[in-house]
């Protein structure tokens, strides 16, 4: 007969003996899988590292016969693998023709994680870009209409926002596109921002816009300023949307721009750009930021448009004398001077209306005349000085003279 043999237990020893830990709870936590298709770094979530292990695991389960694919190791070499590694530069300099011609020995590189659009949004994707491209007014607006309202292009935002091209009316129908995005309540494109900031930034200030037409050169193709200024509201678009999300967004935007503006290595256009975007930053960007630094940028503007202020002392007509130069590089300084004289007629009018009220004494135009020369510059002060009804608007300019 076979059994379990019972152990004898003492009660006393039971009694005396600790008691054991209190077993925990059961609890649920969640996190999330995935945001709008991002995946969360959380600890909770594989790490990029174990993915890819997991799709070699894979691919080697399926196809025993797979071997890890080394740059600068033919598949199938036996050789010493730390001296091929070594060598794996002068090897691979010295048979990239050989593998070139032999298709056998290159690798092909495909993408870990594939983004499946359907049949439906392809479709969509080539007839939008067709119609925002298309010289047709109406079936332009239509498709920029669409974009600002339909709902299901969650999917297509990264092909979207990804594009770059040298040719303008690209760029202008990219910012057009990308503003209707940004309309779009139904879409969630705080995960692209990233990806649309640099192509915006690049529209603002950089150094040329699109290939110049020799044929045409002042036709309205060529207009890369109304690209610019499209560009910047579209900037403080994203920064008033967003800017409470992401609290570095507008100082990160407002340093790349000053950086641009005080850079005298760089063109005049990138100088526009950056002048128009601190200008429409608000007023206390374009006070603090742009205004202590005009009367330096008036000595890099007044040689390229030709003006000598030592000869005449008389009131001077800038924009009569601006109509008469044709240069490119005097057409580029006229253009910043005027975005300066923009932002400084914006901020004297409202300093005006801040002081209007005060009871503080009001001085003369005379009285203003030289230290607002000193502050910001000849060019420029003759400029506000013959602006109309500027005796009205005294204060803002003593407020300019100020904060300089």
């Not at 596109?177 to 779009?184: F, Q």
Request: hydrophobic share 40%; proline share 7%; charged share 20%.
């Amino acid at each position: 007969i076979f059994f379990v043999e019972d152990e004898e237990l003492d009660f006393e020893t039971i009694l005396s003996a600790p008691l054991p830990k209190v077993p925990l709870d059961v609890t649920y936590t969640a996190h999330w899988l995935a945001i709008e298709g991002v995946q969360p770094a959380i600890p909770q979530n594989p790490t990029p590292l174990d993915a890819k292990a997991d799709l070699l695991h894979k691919r080697i389960k399926l196809d025993p016969t797979t071997q890890p694919v080394i740059p600068g190791i033919k598949p199938g070499s036996s050789s010493n693998v730390g001296s091929n590694i070594t060598n794996s530069g002068n090897a691979s300099n010295n048979n990239n023709n050989n593998n070139s011609s032999n298709s056998g020995d290159g690798a092909e590189i495909k993408p870990l994680v594939k983004h499946v659009l359907s049949k439906e949004l392809q479709m969509y994707y080539e007839r939008i870009s067709s119609a925002v491209l298309s010289q047709d007014e109406v079936l332009r607006a239509t498709g920029i209409s669409s974009l600002q309202n339909d709902p299901g292009l969650h999917q297509l935002l990264p092909y979207f926002v990804t594009q770059n091209t040298r040719n303008l009316p690209m760029l202008v129908a990219m910012m057009s596109m990308v503003r209707a995005l940004l309309e779009n309540d139904n879409l969630f494109i705080e995960p692209y921002l990233h990806q649309l900031m640099p192509t915006i930034l690049t529209c603002v200030v950089g150094k040329r816009l699109g290939e110049p037409s020799l044929s045409a050169p002042s036709s309205p193709q060529d207009d890369h300023w109304s690209l610019r200024s499209t560009a910047t509201d579209i900037i403080l678009l994203i920064c008033h949307k967003y800017g409470s999300s992401y609290h570095t967004l507008q100082p990160r935007v407002t340093r790349t721009l000053l950086r641009a503006f005080l850079d005298p290595e760089k063109p005049l256009t990138t100088h526009y750009g950056a002048i128009l975007g601190l200008s429409r930053m608000g007023n206390e960007v374009f006070k603090t930021l742009v205004v202590p630094n005009l009367k330096t940028y008036s000595s890099v503007i007044e040689p390229e448009l030709g003006l000598d202020f030592q000869e005449d002392d008389s009131q001077m007509d800038i924009e009569q004398h601006l109509d008469g130069l044709a240069a490119i590089r005097r057409n580029e300084a006229a253009h910043c001077l005027e975005a300066l004289l923009t932002g400084l007629r914006t901020l004297i009018k409202n300093e005006a209306a801040k002081a209007k009220h005060t009871t503080m004494t009001v001085p003369t135009l005379e009285d203003v005349r030289e230290p607002l020369a000193q502050a910001i510059g000849e060019l420029l002060a003759r400029a506000v000085l013959g602006e109309d009804n500027i005796e009205r608007r005294i204060q803002g300019v003593v407020a300019v003279i100020e904060s300089c």
